[in-house]
T-cell receptor, first 116, second 107 residues
């Protein structure tokens, strides 16, 4: 069964450093998403991406964050200057978007980001 | 997206049906009811979704009331591996996760 792949599974970084989290969405999907989950809290939407553009973003997704689809397979989330509060599990998701009747999002296993 | 209300937690005996309720009284006409679950901090997993008709797949059944203000997810024969947080989400596009229901299946 096709799956969303995220790397690395765990990323440790120093405060102020840049990190790039990588995702390989399901191959025929066109819509991509990033979510995050701070330990013990809810899963929060960050951003959605379609046709090489951000289609929607949350208040969390400020200027420190950016997304990119650098080639035909990868989808990345970059945090420019990490803060302690960026420590969280980051989930990538993708969907085929067959209209609102069938927008099933498939999630990766996540990248645990630890900012020290 | 419409707000949903779910019980905080529930227990279920292994092999029995688990019935998970969800209230979504402010649902609008173009919004679907989606159910996802998250097993121990893994990525959320899609279970089932519906608009107004009852739905069934290999994982679960979804019963939506006629007025669409509430729904019930049914896991027909719960196993220990069904222990997870279950999220009821009403949406037309973006997934907004609440706190969900923590379901513990006991042997």
């Amino acid at each position: 069964e096709p799956e969303v792949t995220q790397t690395p599974s765990h990323q440790v970084t120093q405060m102020g450093q840049e990190v790039i989290l990588r995702c390989v969405p399901i191959s025929n999907h066109l819509y991509f998403y990033w979510y995050r989950q701070i330990l013990g809290q809810k899963v929060e939407f960050l951003v959605s991406f379609y046709n090489n553009e951000i289609s929607e973003k949350s208040e969390i997704f400020d200027d420190q964050f950016s997304v990119e689809r650098p080639d035909g397979s990868n989808f990345t989330l970059k945090i420019r200057s990490t803060k302690l509060e960026d420590s969280a599990m980051y989930f990538c998701a993708s969907s085929a978007w067959q209209g609102i009747a069938k927008n099933i999002q498939y999630f990766g296993a996540g990248t645990r980001l630890s900012v020290l | 997206d419409a707000k949903t209300t779910q019980p905080t937690s529930m227990d279920c005996a292994e092999g029995r049906a688990a019935n998970l309720p969800c209230n979504h009284s402010t649902i609008s006409g173009n919004e679907y009811v989606y159910w996802y679950r998250q097993i121990h901090s893994q990525g959320p997993q899609y279970i089932i979704h519906g608009l107004k008709n009852n739905e069934t797949n290999e994982m679960a059944s979804l019963i939506i009331t006629e007025d669409r203000k509430s729904s019930t997810l049914i896991l027909p024969h719960a196993t220990l591996r069904d222990t997870a947080v279950y999220y009821c989400i009403v949406t037309s596009y973006k997934l907004s996760f609440g706190a969900g229901t923590t379901v513990t299946v006991r042997a």
